[in-house]
């Protein structure tokens, strides 16, 4: 299988600010809330999926960043800007 990382072997560029804006959240909610949440939206999601997404060991697909960016309440650049 053909993976495409970055120079610090990240999978995507967006984990660490998905981490960052679902701690801002109220209430800091956990990885697996936040599954919850995104299962809510129709996204097959569990805590494991989040936990590899925020450490930068998982890509996301763009229908995942489609709800993640909705639960977030966060706009696509919010996500993939530097």
């Known amino acids: ?11 995507n ?3 660490h600010k998905i981490k960052r804006l679902r701690e801002s959240l109220p ?3 956990s990885q697996r ?3 919850e949440m995104l299962q809510m939206e129709g996204l097959q999601a ?5 936990n590899r997404i925020e450490m930068g060991k ?3 697909t763009d229908i995942e960043l489609r709800t993640i960016v909705k639960v ?3 706009t696509y650049e919010d996500l993939l800007e530097d």
Request: hydrophobic content about 40%; aromatic content about 6%.
């Open 1 to 11: 299988m053909n993976r495409y990382l970055l120079k610090d072997g990240q999978s």
């Open 13 to 15: 560029i967006c984990g």
């Open 27 to 29: 209430n800091k909610i």
């Open 33 to 35: 809330k936040f599954a």
């Open 46 to 50: 569990d805590r494991n999926v989040v």
């Open 58 to 60: 998982r890509a996301v």
């Open 72 to 74: 977030l309440g966060v």
